[in-house]
């Protein structure tokens, strides 16, 4: 039998993971990552350490088979996107990484978006993507600004899934998904000239590496590589994707008007139109590149998704078991009895569906009768509503597909149908990053003839969810009280960073 092997190196956790032709999980290994945080809006990543976690993943997944090395098709990457990963001319790292929610490039975004509304025009509308912190040119920005003698020292630009293949096949290559969310004309898919030189960057729109098709071969496993993890050189590994687009790929959103919501770090919410009806710098859009012919999806990433799960659970409930949590609040009603919660727990604070580096969480409307279920409860519709947010003007026949360790609680997945109004589907499987990448390489492999085929071969819906409509009418009213909080807290977000950045540096000096 045939395999296909798909990375995935997450902000969270990387993985490997082997698929059979059928795209079904036949083993899984998965390593905790470990981000850098520096204060409170700095991220960073040991790249060196990365590729080593990555490594000792793949070598697990060959050692304990059922596939031996000859029987490996094929090797797709995918990983977080943005951020900056630079390299010098010998391949090393000239630093850590910076990742895509370091909120260091506050004053840069505000440069472009505020002082100098033009210039953030220019790169909205030739990207597709606003000015945002994490974003790679807002950071190349920053590092010119402040570390300027260490990028000067860098000869390749990366994003994470080209630096792992770079260590797997010595090739410095791109893909249109990762580079489109902010270096790349959406148009062209070459690098955005005129938007470096207006920024004064043109100095090094060299370091961004040849641009390749996701499915397209990028490279081969070199023979330092595959004697370090086990494999045969000579084996195909695709350009692959950033994770948004991947994950889309595995799940079988790989159509135009298909939606889909990953439900994990960030809680990334995607909508598919080919770049013909696509508008280039309108309100409430980020366009990226979908891995599929012209296809480009609007995608309304928050920066923070399951992360306000993990901080409910370790510092509100008594429990941290998912089924004991679906059991507690699968009962409360719509509204968690009147608590409201905000889901921006991110350091960088919100840029999606609005931006705001200052954003912060809260919880309104807590009583003497509030309950920790209660809480627990309004953190899971906080998020949904953060979705509903992204969705503005969703068609009521339309249908989104679910990924992401979120998709697997049966109670979050019908709170989305019902708040959205629309159908819900969460398909078969765990690893969609992963699994995605892998189809890339089936594809080019000749495995697959198209996407196409490679959905009907490996992507099935595990359960439907449809709309409880007198609960939709409910999440309709409680979505109102959402977003009129959320507008009346940016004077007092902007004053809390004040009152933060006054005392710190009270307290520094």
Not at 65 to 83: C, H, L, M, R, Y
Not at 248 to 270: F, H, K, P, R, S
Not at 282 to 299: C, E, S, W
Not at 428 to 434: H, M, Q, R, V
Request: overall charge negative.
């Amino acid at each position: 039998m045939k395999y296909l092997m798909g990375i995935d190196a997450g902000t969270s956790n990387v993985k490997a993971v082997l698929f059979d032709s059928l795209g079904r999980e036949i083993l899984v290994r998965s390593i905790e990552n470990e981000p850098i945080y520096i204060g409170e809006v700095r991220v960073e990543q040991n790249m060196n350490l990365l590729w080593n976690k990555i490594s000792v993943c793949i070598k697990q997944i060959v050692e304990e088979g059922p596939a031996t090395k000859d029987d490996i098709e094929g090797i797709g990457v995918t990983a977080q996107g943005e951020g900056i990963w630079l390299v010098d001319e010998n391949g090393e790292p000239v630093q850590n990484a910076i990742l895509w929610c370091d909120g260091r490039a506050t004053e840069e975004v505000d440069f472009v978006s505020n002082k100098q509304p033009e210039l953030g025009d220019l790169i909205f509308k030739k990207t597709g993507s606003p000015p945002l912190m994490g974003t790679q040119l807002m950071i190349l920005k920053w590092m010119k600004n402040h570390r300027k003698e260490i990028l000067d020292s860098a000869a390749h630009m990366l994003f994470c899934k080209d630096w792992i293949r770079y260590k797997m096949t010595g090739e410095y290559v791109g893909d249109f998904s990762d580079g489109s969310t902010s270096i790349l004309d959406a148009q062209t898919g070459k690098p955005a000239a005129d938007v470096f030189k207006a920024l004064g960057l043109e100095k090094y729109i060299d370091l961004i590496p040849p641009v390749k098709e996701s499915s397209e071969k990028a490279g081969v496993l070199s023979e330092e590589a595959a004697a370090l993890l086990d494999l045969n050189p000579g084996t195909p590994v695709v350009a692959g994707a950033i994770d948004v687009v991947a994950t889309a790929v595995g799940i079988g959103a790989v159509g135009v008007n298909d939606i889909c919501t990953i439900l994990g770090t960030t809680c990334a919410t995607e909508v598919f139109k080919h770049k013909k009806d696509c508008e280039f710098g309108a309100p409430q859009t980020r366009y990226i590149k979908h891995a599929v012919g012209d296809i480009f999806m609007n995608l309304q990433a928050t920066m923070n998704g399951t992360p306000n799960l993990d901080w409910v659970l370790s510092q509100i409930s008594i429990t941290n078991d998912f089924s004991q949590i679906e059991s507690m609040i699968k009962d409360i009603p719509v509204g968690s009895g009147g608590v409201i919660y905000h889901p921006y727990i991110s350091a960088a604070g919100e840029r999606a569906p609005f931006y705001d580096p200052n954003a912060k969480s809260n919880f309104f409307g807590i009583n003497a009768q509030t309950t920790r279920e209660d809480l627990i409860h309004a953190v899971y519709e906080g998020i949904t509503l953060s979705i509903k947010d992204c969705l503005k003007g969703l068609d009521p026949n339309a249908k989104v597909y679910l990924a992401g360790g979120g998709a697997k609680s049966p109670t979050w997945a019908q709170m989305i149908s019902d708040a959205l109004g629309v159908q819900t589907i969460v398909s078969a499987g765990n690893e969609f990053g992963a699994k995605g990448a892998a189809m890339m390489a089936g594809i080019a492999s000749g495995m697959f003839s198209s996407f196409d085929e490679a959905k009907r071969e490996c992507c099935f819906a595990e359960k439907t969810y449809l709309p409880n409509l007198d609960n939709t009418k409910k999440y309709d009213e409680l979505y109102k009280m959402y977003v009129n909080i959320r507008n009346a807290m940016g004077d007092i977000w902007h004053q809390r960073a004040e009152f933060l950045s006054k005392y710190d540096a009270d307290e520094e000096d």
